[in-house]
């Protein structure tokens, strides 16, 4: 079952959505591995930190997070990962590693890559380690409002 707070709040806004069950995965790679989806079509999120805000960085998972180049997307002069501690705090509801990427839910802005808006659907962690969400990329930008950019390699 999804992460309740998301589950609420996709029905609330009318939005489309698959939940797609797994076996238990822990990495990017092998939750889509585990879904049955190309790397490329899976979200991962990151928790960073942007100066003295905390954001949320979602990238497809065959992508590694360049921090560098997210600093300066955001026009910050500090970016960090946050820590599993940090990450916990702040997302109590969730698996720590299987946050879903709506930051107006943890009150965080979302920066997006550039890949995912090739995709008609993504597909994220529903805040545990055994199940998806997939639902179509314009719903994910109108409801999250991601700055997109380019971070990752």
Known sequence: MPNQK???FLDREKVKYVSIVHSPAFTAPEIAEAAHLPGREVAKTIVVH?????ALAVLPANRKIILEDLREAAGVEHSRLATEDEVKTLF????????????SLYGMDVYSALELTQDNEIAFNAGTHTELIKMGYKDFARLAKP??????N
């Open 50 to 54: 942007l100066d003295e805000k905390t």
């Open 92 to 103: 109590p509801d969730c698996e720590v590693g299987a946050m879903p990427p709506f930051g």
């Open 147 to 152: 700055r997109v950019a380019s971070f990752t």
């Open 6 to 8: 998301l589950k609420q």
